[in-house]
């Protein structure tokens, strides 16, 4: 799964607010499916640009991934390179198109989990504040507090 850092939890976020308030969403669109508006998000590209790099080579989004060489030079595999920089995996990329991460999906409510449709908007927002909040737990769970209870036992004697 994709490093549990603050970028990438915020790149989850910002990618679900942007398609909570409605930005254009069309799953056939490899600038504004599900990688599509990570992809703007991570990137700047706009959803025409993404997906005429997208067009340069044959294929979705889980072929893109499939067939990805950061030494292909192809445009698409530029922008793949970014995602991946920041902490995405391309098992994240092909699980995030089809909404297919067992933990994931196990992290969206019960009376959701079997009913999501990858090519529904709000199933995708649903998905992506799942993986925000998944990530946000591991990274919260890594960080060690100081014991204060025995600092003031310290401090007091």
């Known amino acids: 799964m994709a ?3 603050f970028p990438v939890i915020q790149a989850l976020r910002a990618t679900a607010q942007r398609l909570a ?3 254009p969403y069309q799953w056939g669109h490899m600038g504004s499916c599900n ?6 998000t991570v990137t700047k590209l706009t959803k ?3 997906h005429a ?4 080579r044959y294929g979705d ?3 893109q991934l499939v067939d990805y060489c950061p030494a292909s030079g192809l445009p698409i595999d530029a922008t793949i390179d970014e995602m991946l920089a920041l902490g995405f995996t391309r098992a994240d990329l092909t699980h995030l198109e089809r909404l297919a991460d067992p933990a994931i999906r196990a992290a969206v409510p019960f009376e ?4 999501l449709r990858h090519n529904r908007r709000d199933d995708v927002v649903l998905y992506l504040r799942a993986w925000a909040d998944l990530l946000e ?3 919260l769970d890594g960080i060690a507090l100081p014991d204060f209870g025995a600092l003031r036992l310290a401090l007091a004697n």
Not at 35 to 40: D, P, S, Y
Not at 53 to 56: D, T
Not at 112 to 115: A, F, L, T, V
């Open 35 to 40: 990688c599509g508006h990570l992809a703007q």
């Open 53 to 56: 790099r997208a067009m340069q």
């Open 3 to 5: 490093t549990s850092s």
């Open 112 to 115: 959701r989990r079997d009913r």
């Open 137 to 139: 737990h591991q990274l």
């Open 48 to 50: 025409g640009e993404i």
């Open 21 to 23: 308030t409605q930005a």
């Open 61 to 63: 989004w889980e072929r």
